[in-house]
C-alpha cells in the first residue's frame, strides 16, 4: 500500500529540506510542528527551535523529559525588547533574545552556529509571520539563510500565518516569496462544521445563509481531525498534490494520517467528476442559451441524412483542382521538359556599354 504524503513527510522518509505551513486563525501549525519534533527526537535528532509565539517551558511540556537535553531554543517570545530584568538566569540550552529587531546577530548567529556543529539537526519556527510584521525583506533574507544550512540530514520547518496580510511597498508578498523556494508547502483546514442546516436543506433544498464567525467547534480540535493540502515539489522537476487528513492519537501523542474521506465522509475524485460534469452542463445551458437559431420559425440546422449528402457531394472546383494534380502527376512522371520562348528571351550579342567613353 503506497504510504500517504504527510505520512512520509511526518517520518521524513523522502526528500523534504524546507517545510513551509501555511495556517489559519482557524487551525494552528503548532500540532503539526510538534508532531515533527516529536518524530525528529525518536530518531535521535536535535531540535532548533525559534520561538515567537510560544513560550519554551510550554513547547518543552508537550516533549518527554529524556529529550529535553537535545532540545535548543532560541526564545524571541519572553522577552523581545528587553524589558525585563537582566538578571534573571536563562534555562538550559536557551538563548532568550532580548533585541528581536536586531535578528542577524540575535536570532540567526546562535541557530548557524548551533547547526553547524550538529550535522543532524532539525530546525523548526513556530511562526514567522511576528518576525516579518518588523521587516519582510529582512525576515526573508532569515528563513533564506535558514534555508542554505539544509542538507539532507537536516531540514527545515516554519509555520505561517497566512491570515495575516502584511503590507508590501515593491507588491511582492513575503508569503509568495516563501513559496517561491520552499520544496513542500503544507495548507491547513478545519473540518467543515455540521450543523442543523444541513439536516434542513436535505428536507427542504433550501440552505440559510450561515452567521459570520471567524471559529467553528471543529477549529484547531487536534481530536476531531485537520485536512492537510499537500504540494511537494520533487527534486526531479515533478509536483506532487495531495490532501491528508490528520488525527491526534491520545494513546502515543502523535498524528495518525488518514484518507480526507474517513474524516469527511466525501470522496474527493467523486466530488470532483460531480463537479466537472456540474460545469459541463452548465456550460451546455449557456450555449443553448446563446443559440441564435433557437427561435426561429424555420431550420437552420441540418439532418444527420443531409449532412451525409453535403459531405459527399463533389463541387467543380473540386474537379478541376484534381485535374490539376492528375496532369501535374502525369507531366513529372514522363519526365519531359517542355520550354516555350517568347520575345523577352531573344539574346543580343553586343555589348550594351559599347557607347561609354572609358
Known amino acids: 500500500m503506497t504510504s500517504l504524503a504527510l505520512e512520509l513527510l511526518l517520518n521524513n522518509k523522502k526528500s523534504s529540506p524546507f517545510i513551509l505551513i501555511s495556517d489559519t486563525i482557524r487551525f494552528s501549525s503548532l500540532p503539526i510542528l510538534i508532531d515533527i519534533g516529536k518524530r525528529a527526537l525518536s530518531q535521535d535528532k536535535t531540535l532548533i527551535v525559534l520561538l515567537t509565539e510560544t513560550s519554551p517551558k510550554a513547547w518543552r511540556e508537550r516533549f518527554p523529559k529524556i529529550h529535553h537535553k537535545n532540545i535548543f531554543i532560541v526564545d524571541c517570545y519572553s522577552d523581545p525588547h528587553g524589558w525585563d530584568d537582566d538578571s534573571v538566569q536563562e534555562e538550559a540550552d536557551t538563548i532568550k533574545v532580548r533585541n528581536i529587531k536586531d535578528m542577524e546577530k540575535s536570532i540567526l548567529s546562535p541557530i548557524m552556529k548551533k547547526a ?16 516579518a510584521m518588523i521587516s519582510q525583506y529582512r525576515t526573508y533574507r532569515l528563513v533564506k539563510a535558514l534555508e542554505s ?4 540530514a537536516i531540514r527545515l520547518v516554519i509555520g505561517f500565518h497566512s491570515d495575516i496580510k502584511l503590507d508590501s511597498k515593491t507588491g511582492l508578498s513575503l508569503q509568495d516569496s516563501l513559496i517561491r523556494i520552499a520544496s513542500v508547502i503544507v495548507k491547513l483546514e478545519a473540518l467543515k462544521e455540521r450543523t442543523h442546516f444541513e439536516t434542513q436543506a436535505a428536507l427542504t433544498g433550501f440552505v440559510p445563509e450561515d452567521t459570520f464567525s471567524y471559529l467553528s467547534t471543529t477549529a484547531n480540535c487536534v481530536t476531531k481531525g485537520g485536512i492537510a493540502h499537500i504540494e511537494w515539489r520533487k527534486k526531479s522537476g515533478k509536483v506532487q498534490y495531495e490532501s491528508n487528513g490528520f488525527v491526534l492519537n491520545a494513546a502515543n501523542g502523535l498524528l495518525d ?34 443559440d441564435p437559431t433557437a427561435n426561429l420559425s424555420f431550420n437552420l440546422s441540418l439532418t444527420d441524412e443531409q449532412r451525409k ?38 539574346f543580343d550579342d553586343e555589348d550594351p556599354d559599347d557607347d561609354l567613353d572609358i
Do not use: H, R
Request: proline share 3%; hydrophobic share 30%.
Open 257 to 290: 494520517v488518514v484518507t480526507t474521506t474517513q474524516l469527511t465522509g466525501i470522496d474527493e475524485e467523486e466530488e470532483k467528476k460531480k463537479q466537472e460534469e456540474k460545469e459541463k452542463a452548465e456550460a451546455m445551458e449557456v450555449d443553448a442559451k446563446n
Open 309 to 346: 449528402i453535403k459531405e459527399s457531394l463533389v463541387l467543380p472546383y473540386m474537379k478541376a483542382q484534381q485535374l490539376e494534380v492528375t496532369s501535374e502527376e502525369v507531366t513529372k512522371n514522363s519526365g519531359l521538359i517542355y520550354y516555350d520562348p517568347d520575345a523577352a528571351d531573344d
Open 149 to 152: 544550512l539544509t542538507t539532507d
Open 116 to 131: 553547524t556543529n550538529t550535522p543532524n539537526c532539525t530546525i523548526l519556527v513556530d511562526s514567522i509571520s511576528s518576525l
